[in-house]
């Protein structure tokens, strides 16, 4: 029932700007953290930013200073602001929750940062 459906991505410039969305459903959103990791080619699938339910951030040394994420409960979705982007943010972006014992994903969007 678990449920994350991933929005957002696309192609832009380097020095670009992008929003990716996470809207979930099947658990009670607003108590559990939540994880945004992303997938180059040919790499490993990395941590990229999280929120607490208390909505306390983390991110990787790469984005910081660039990337934003933020929750919004009413709707039960969970954002990425990427600004500033580089080549090397290309990569597929996942969402991800940990509930009930076990980690659930989106399927991923796709976001090119190319001129």
């Known amino acids: 029932q678990v449920q994350l459906l991933e929005s957002g991505g696309g192609l832009v410039q380097p020095g670009g700007s992008l929003r990716l969305s996470c809207a979930t459903s099947g658990f009670p959103f607003s108590s559990y953290a939540m994880s945004w990791y992303r997938q180059a080619p040919g790499k490993e699938r990395e941590l990229v930013a999280s929120?607490?339910?208390?909505?306390?951030?983390n991110y990787a040394d790469s984005v910081k200073g660039r990337f934003t994420i933020s929750r919004y409960n009413a709707k039960n979705t969970v954002y990425l602001q990427m600004n500033s982007l580089k080549p090397e943010d290309t990569a597929v972006y996942y969402c991800?929750?940990?509930?009930?014992?076990?980690?659930?994903w989106g399927k991923g969007t796709l976001v090119t940062v190319s001129s």
């Open positions: 929120v607490s339910a208390a909505s306390s951030t």
């Open positions: 991800r929750v940990y509930y009930g014992g076990m980690a659930y």
